[in-house]
C-alpha cells in the first residue's frame, strides 16, 4: 500500500492513515490488477455456481447479480453471504464512543484528520472521528479480543480507552459522553491455524480473524494467500 501513496504512519509507525479513505486504496488496487471496481453496492448473497460463483447485490435499490470465476469474501460477516452459521467461539470488540464539545487532534500532527481513521496494533486497534464540521464531535474506538473488558464496568473500560488515548490526542479526558457496547462479530484469541478459509467451490474466506493477532497486516497477508491459492485453481 505504501508504493500506492495512499497508506502512511505517523508516531513511530504505530499509527495509519488511509490518505483520502479505503476507497481510494481500493480504487488504486484495482487499476493495478485491471479488475472490475463496483462501489456504493451492498452484497446480499453468494452461492456455487456452474465453474464459479454468483454474486447477488443491491445498488440504488436495484437487485443486481453476476457470475464470477471465483469470490474471497472478507469476515467477520462473511459466513452470512455464503450461507453459513459464523463461529461463536470469538473474543468479540467493544465498541466505545466518546463525545467531544472540542475537536480531539492528534497531539503530534494537530492538521491530521482524525475522520479518515487510525490503525494502530497496540490496545486501541482502531479509532474515526465522524466527519462533522461543528460539536459534539464523536469518536469512535474498536478494541479487540475484550472478553474480559466486556465483563468489566463501563467506567473501567472508558479510563482503559483514556488512558491509551492521552499520548495521541488532545484533550482526551475532556469528553461530554460516552457508550460502551460490544461488538456484533469478534476475533479469535491467538488466530486461526489457517491462514483463509475454503466454505464452498471456488469461495474463500479471508480476513484478520485468521492473523495471530487481529490488525491490518493479518488481513492483508490472509487475502494474498487466499488469492494465490485461488489463481492455482483458476490456472
Known sequence: AAGLDCLWSILKDEWYQVDGGSEKLVAALARQSRASLRLRTHVIGIVAALGGVQVRWTQEGKHE???????????????????????????????????????PRVTSDPGFDLANGLYTDGPLNYMQLTACSKPPFTLRILIPNAERKLQSKTSAIVDFCIQHLQPIITNADKFCASSVKAWEFGLPCGGSNGSFQKVGNRIYLAGDRFGKWPSMNA???????AAKTLAKVLR
Open 219 to 225: 488481513a492483508i497477508v490472509s487475502g494474498r494467500r
Open 65 to 103: 447479480s453476476e457470475n464470477f470465476h471465483a469470490a474471497i469474501v472478507t469476515t467477520p460477516n462473511g459466513e452470512h453471504l455464503v450461507g453459513k452459521s459464523p463461529r461463536v467461539h470469538f473474543h468479540g470488540y467493544v465498541s466505545v464512543l466518546l463525545t467531544y464539545q472540542a475537536q
